[in-house]
């Protein structure tokens, strides 16, 4: 799950790197889009793109959330960013708004006509729209998913407390007198 996660991550840092030179390009100093038909058309790619790049982590993104929570509160506090339990909100915040999302998206999917299928105008409409509408906390999760990948390495890098402390005794001092062989 953490790769998916990391590849999310990634994915969706190219996904916004190109959104961002478009509507770098095409906008005025004001930000108010040049050809707002293309401006739009542009937006829905954005959108489906970090949908579809979100989809291989959301089957697991309560897990990784959960145990994210579990591995730091077990962690020192010497460990831990001060930003962490802020953000681990934010993405507990993104995720039930995306899980309420896809449930309005499964209704609305089964209430469109037996013919609309992808690629149909009545179908892909309602899929942009959807969507949309989960744009913004797809972004909430590239950033600051990395956070669950930050909390994870630390915790790697945490002494376990079912691990002894190592104890600094000195090794039994071998003499080469004693090794020669007579």
Known sequence: MLRHLSRFLHDSKAILDSWNAYS????????????????????????????NAFENVRIGAHHLLATAQTQLTQLPADAVQSRWVWQLGVL????????????????????????????????????AEHDAECWSHLDAWATHGQAIVEINAAARHAPSPLAPRPTTTAAPSTSLASTVRR
Do not use: C, I, N, Q
């Open 92 to 127: 507990h915040d993104a995720l039930d708004r995306l899980d309420a999302l896809h449930e309005k998206w499964r209704e609305t999917r089964d209430s469109l006509p037996a013919d609309a299928r992808p690629g149909t105008r009545a179908f892909d409409d309602a899929l």
């Open 24 to 51: 770098d390009e095409h906008t005025d100093l004001d930000g108010w889009p040049f050809d707002e038909d293309a401006y739009g058309r542009r937006a829905s790619v954005r959108d489906a793109a970090t949908a």
